[in-house]
């Protein structure tokens, strides 16, 4: 049983643009929604975090939205660059045990 | 500030053979918990590890298991070794007195079953 869902798989991007990736979850008992950045080869890095009380929280070019009452929230990466191809996941929580999506590997074409 | 260390950073194993690997968690943290990544799939929760207790375990057999030290290090030990083993193994940590939700990545260790 998936409890996270992620789509799409895989996101090209030119250069400036905006990269939107998206999250379903299905266990109203989540409460910690991050984002995480992998690099081949290395460890997922968090990127950024909300919890169900917030519908958008932004940190420099990173914004999550989140929509409870669908039970959905997305990434949106603004002017995208070439630094930032990379795989992306998203998350949810319980207290202690994160549940993963299945993750979007992003390009980012100069 | 040392941030979560793992090691090794890779492994070779045979099928039947066991395995340890070690995790350092972030300065300040007091919790561990440790996931399997397969190739082009998420992590998946393995168990977590508090005041040198299993505090939760995600539906692995019990040929995972784990330790952790006073000093809040952690092992992960794989026993009678599958070829579905191979995959990297990822430590993180996270502190209970910060609410624990935040969880902090090592590099992993990459597993790789003969």
């Known amino acids: 049983q998936q409890q996270v869902k992620q789509s799409p798989q895989s996101l090209i991007v030119q250069k400036g643009g905006i990269s939107i990736i998206n999250c379903a979850y299905e266990n109203t008992a989540f409460d910690y929604f991050p984002w995480y950045q992998q690099f081949p080869g290395k460890g997922p890095a968090l990127l950024i975090a909300i919890r169900p009380d917030v519908s958008e929280k932004k940190e420099g070019r990173f914004t999550i939205s989140f929509n409870k009452s669908a039970k959905q929230f997305s990434l949106h990466i603004m002017d995208s660059q070439p630094g930032d191809s990379a795989t992306y996941f998203c998350a949810a929580s319980t207290p202690g045990n994160l549940i993963f999506g299945k993750g979007t590997k992003l390009s980012v074409k100069p | 500030d040392a941030g979560v260390t793992q090691s090794p950073t890779h492994l070779i194993k045979t099928r039947g053979q066991q395995v340890t690997l070690r995790c350092s968690p972030k300065s300040g943290h007091d919790t561990v918990s440790w996931y399997q990544q397969a190739l082009g799939q998420g992590p998946q929760f393995i168990f977590q590890y508090y005041e040198e207790e299993e505090r939760q375990r995600g539906n692995f057999p019990d040929r995972f298991s784990g330790h952790q030290f006073p000093n809040y290090s952690s092992e992960l030990n794989v026993n009678a070794l599958l070829l579905g083993d191979s995959a990297l193994y990822l430590c993180?940590?996270?502190?209970?007195?910060?609410?624990?939700?935040?969880?902090?990545f090592g590099p992993g260790t990459r597993l790789l079953v003969l």
């Open positions: 993180a940590s996270s502190s209970r007195q910060g609410g624990g939700e935040t969880q902090y």
